[in-house]
């Protein structure tokens, strides 16, 4: 497995954006699915976005965009046009290639998470 380390979070006006970072140490992302989840109090946790894939939910879809560099051995989320709707808890995750990739159990490596309060 490979440990994940989320940051970035905090608390943001309606209409702003933040970066979050994931940061993997043991092993690389080379060769690994990786993926931005989030989970709001009460819900179920929510795909966002996944590396080398274009499928994303309607809620995030034109303002939420994944990458990587695999020379820092990091994946980002850049959000944008936040909404008090994307509260959560934001969370990476790593996992083998092949699997659904919009599916959390497809992953066996998450990270802490890092909190986004959006405040309208």
């Known amino acids: 497995q490979v440990q994940l380390v989320e940051s970035g979070g905090g608390l943001v006006q309606a209409g702003g954006s933040l970066r979050l970072s994931c940061a993997a140490s043991?092993?690389?992302?080379?060769?690994?699915?990786v993926a931005w989840f989030r989970q709001a109090p009460g819900k179920e946790r929510e795909f966002l976005a996944a590396d080398g894939r274009t499928y994303q939910p309607v809620s995030v879809k034109g303002r939420f965009t994944i990458s990587r560099d695999n020379a820092k051995n990091t994946v980002y989320l850049q959000m944008n046009s936040l909404k008090p709707e994307d509260t959560a808890v934001y969370y990476c995750a790593a996992g083998a290639q092949g699997g659904l990739y919009y599916r959390a159990a497809s992953y066996d490596s998450w990270g802490q998470g890092t909190q986004v309060t959006v405040s309208s």
């Open positions: 043991g092993r690389t992302f080379n060769n690994r699915a």
